[in-house]
């Protein structure tokens, strides 16, 4: 069967993007295709249909291939849960933490597994195009790799490297890969691609060429700087390190940077509402006083987050902003923030404890073993939706009496206060419906578009795809692939 794997000099230079992109240009052809990661390590993740998780990532690149999300696509994913550990998620079940005591031997371990889901996918498509993660010339991880390397070797999938021009260096980062990759690890890597380039492609022409020289690997490709991509949900949470945008008339919808934010593409279609300004506030700074609407967003570790807003004062900046009238919205560890308490006797997230929540709801949370991995669909505010419930928890008190949806008809989900101005729920993906989206916008008096968020990232997957036929050699990717096994 035909594999190809795109691997990269280091994290965020879009090999994420790139597989999605190659995923609907190859669907568009008319090839059955399917994407693969085989390790990922993410807070963002997706509910699958066969009722596990996923990364979000893998998520977005299973719906430009047009099929359907499964946990085949993303047989190991580690949430990062404390500086140290990591929630591990095997075929999209939950199996216990990996940390660093145990990190290599416990990746070791699961290649079989890995292995296991790429023979499915395999027999299910014409070609699967495999994601790897962070880069193979972090050496250092060579031993145990199941992500990029050891995979490839162990899969007999060929490898194209991707470099990223934006950030500088691009030479070096991929000939100094070839350098440092032991000789039967380079042998898999069969060329590369200069992604993220801005300007005239004719100044890189000998830089180009050079790589090719120095490495001995033919490229396969000169990608552009793609504005469509900020409409595509990102995974790394680099990409919320940027600076609040000045303020404007629009209303302001200020969420804090959590240290485990997890699921931050929840608020993604906040940023394509013309009336709307979306900031992100990051660590050392306030919370706005001018803020419309504060959005406490989901966590991998509430209790440790919730110190953590307690340490920066947002907790202080969240109460001022409700005395003042304003609205605050919870989404999963968020909505358990808006909480009295939070209690952990299993000891989910660390050590057993309790910690005090905001106190704005009337109830209190339970974290517990089972986490709870579903899709629904619910109403709430007059609108229906369409979404996912991904946590660990029972949260109970008076204010669940209000609550925020009713999901599938009669199961009541999430809580409200008596005065409607403070609302948790455990959904994910609401904001992506325009009905509902509209409604909530509208108590911080903005209109919204009404536009399909779903359909705005299908579009900007088709010209992503027409992008890459446009500026990458796909028929040679293609034959490369292909030529796996012979």
Excluded at 141 to 151: K, T, V, Y
Excluded at 285 to 313: H, N, W, Y
Aim: proline residues 6%; charged residues 20%; aromatic residues 4%.
């Amino acid at each position: 069967m035909a594999g190809l794997m795109l691997q990269g000099t280091g994290s965020d230079v879009g090999k994420s993007v790139l597989v999605a992109g190659l995923c609907r240009a190859l669907a568009n052809r008319g090839i059955r295709v399917l994407p693969f990661k085989p390790q990922n390590m993410s807070n963002n993740a997706a509910v699958t249909l066969d009722g596990g998780e996923i990364g979000r990532a893998q998520a977005l690149q299973a719906l430009a291939a047009r099929a359907d999300p499964h946990t085949d696509m993303n047989p190991v994913l580690l949430k990062p849960q404390a500086d140290h550990t990591s929630q591990l998620i095997v075929h999209g079940r939950v199996r216990g933490t990996l940390g660093s005591a145990n990190f290599r031997e416990g990746r070791r371990s699961l290649l079989p597994e890995v292995l296991e889901s790429w023979q499915r996918l395999e027999r299910r498509c014409d070609l699967v195009i495999v994601e790897g993660a962070g880069s193979p010339a972090e050496i250092n991880l060579r031993e145990g790799d199941i992500a990029n390397m050891g995979f490839a070797r162990a899969a007999d999938v060929p490898v194209v490297l991707v470099g990223d021009i934006d950030r500088g260096g691009v030479i070096a980062s991929l000939v100094g890969t070839r350098a440092v990759l032991d000789p039967e690890d380079a042998a898999m890597v069969r060329g590369f691609i200069v992604n993220k380039f801005r300007g005239d492609p004719a100044l890189f022409t000998d830089g180009y060429a050079a790589i090719e020289r120095l490495s001995g690997w033919h490229g396969f490709g000169l990608v552009p700087w793609l504005p469509c991509i900020a409409m595509l949900p990102s995974e790394d949470a680099v990409v919320l390190d940027r600076p609040r945008p000045s303020r404007s008339s629009r209303r302001l919808v200020a969420c804090p940077m959590l240290p485990r934010i997890s699921n931050f593409d929840d608020l993604d279609p906040l940023r394509q509402e013309p009336e709307v300004e979306l900031a992100m506030i990051p660590p050392g700074a306030a919370i706005p006083a001018e803020a419309d609407l504060v959005v406490l967003p989901g966590s991998k570790a509430t209790i440790a987050d919730m110190a953590f807003v307690r340490a920066q004062g947002w907790d202080i900046d969240v109460l001022a902003h409700h005395r003042r009238g304003g609205i605050v919205l919870g989404l999963c560890g968020g909505y358990q923030m808006l909480g009295r308490t939070i209690a952990d006797p299993f000891g989910i997230e660390g050590a057993p404890g309790t910690i005090a929540g905001l106190g704005l709801l009337d109830v209190t949370t339970c974290l517990t073993p089972d986490k709870a991995l579903r899709h629904v669909s619910g109403a709430a505010f007059g609108a229906t939706f369409d979404g996912f419930e991904m946590h660990m928890g029972e949260t109970t008190g008076p204010d669940t009496a209000r609550p925020f949806a009713l999901l599938d008809g009669q199961r009541p989900d999430g809580a409200m206060s008596a005065d409607s101005r403070v609302m948790g729920t455990y959904c994910h993906g609401l904001l992506a419906q325009p009905g509902l989206r509209s409604a909530l916008l509208a108590q911080i008096g903005a209109k919204g578009t009404g536009r399909d968020h779903a359909a705005l990232v299908n579009s900007a997957l088709d010209d992503l795809a027409q992008a890459l036929e446009q500026h990458l050699d796909i028929d040679g990717l293609i034959a490369l692939a292909r030529a796996r096994g012979r």
